[in-house]
């Protein structure tokens, strides 16, 4: 199962799919390259990037990563390139290892939920240091709102200065034990965003199955996927 | 600063504030049956219980546990004992030591989120094993619910048969780094407690300063603390 759904902003490869699973899945880098060129070619904008290492793993490899920017930036030019900091590649601050590399952008997980087998641990310190180390690299966040709370601490960090006002958010759903795909709930996700947060943009992923149905909920409703 | 803060249901000791914090706090057995004496001949109908070491640390000792309950069921008879398996005592487990003494009812958390210094963690497993031994123990649970999600958990629970349908709900809020105090979110888990819920009883706790703020919303909408 992939978590990195948002079709539209193109995530190549999630953190957990093998070759095992789907062996169209890119794993090596000249894969997510060739891939994310003709997503990118076929007119998305915003790639979503994980890392692996050689036996198909999550990994946080901040050299992996730098060959994968460089590869984008050779094929893709103009592409905004989003890096993952989540928790399913590696723990602690080697999730943020690769900021220094300066992307455009980079995900950012705000609060604690459950995933399918086990917590999605974001302790309160590291999430305050990933969004530090992004002010200092000049790294746009990208907030992944698991559950309605996380929307809440995003405003409480724009109003420290922790994040900027024109933060993006992706309301994730359809994860298993954290927010089902709920038509009221996105509905009210949309509403307390433009509430807390008027400047930030905002987009919908939904999970496996789900991707369709968030996607069409976007489009009408004008998340930015689309515009 | 006591996260258990629904005082119609009288909470009289959370698992952090100590004498040294605030000399009225009761620690002991003894003090905490007097001190739920005292609310019950006021009215209260729900006793929320922790335990205390001799130090006035947490713990989840299951003979404290059984001494309390005595002194209540003696002193407070009628009362409805709530005993609480929550993450702030005990990890694992031993946060559900207590419940083969048939309390009536127990504290769960379906979902994880995070607290003003860490996470608060309530991995999927334990969840189901806790809700399993609520059942063997014919232990009514009350749903602690930090997040959004967390309603949508129970319900999923509700409907695999692993939670009752006449669950409690708290919905508890103005936790830092949770879900702050907010009368649109209020409004929302009410109805959404309503839809996926229909036969649950809820109410809401506000932590410190936000008690009253919350008991004063619950009895305007018909928590079931007043009725
Ligand atoms: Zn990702
Ligand atoms: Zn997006
Ligand atoms: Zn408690
Ligand atoms: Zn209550």
Partial sequence: MTMDPCIICVAITGSL???SDNPAVPITVAEQVESTQAAFEAGATI???H???DDGSPSSDPDRFAQLIEGLRHHCPG???QLSTGGRSAAGQTRGGMLPLRPDMASLSVGSNNFPTRV???PPDLVDWLAQEMQTYDVRPEIEAFDLSHLFQAAVMIERGQLPAN???QFVMGV????PVDREVFDFYR??????MPQATWCAAGIGRHQITLNEWCVETGGHCRT
Same sequence: chains 1, 2.
């Avoid at 509403?191 to 807390?196: A, D, I, N, Q, S």
């Fill in 120 to 122: 999605y641990e974001n």
């Fill in 51 to 53: 890392v692996r290492n």
């Fill in 176 to 179: 298993k034990n954290a927010m």
């Fill in 79 to 81: 592409m905004i390139i």
């Fill in 167 to 169: 933060v993006h958010v």
């Fill in 17 to 19: 799919p093998r070759k």
């Fill in 47 to 49: 790639a979503h990037c």
């Fill in 191 to 196: 509403k307390t965003r433009e509430r807390l």
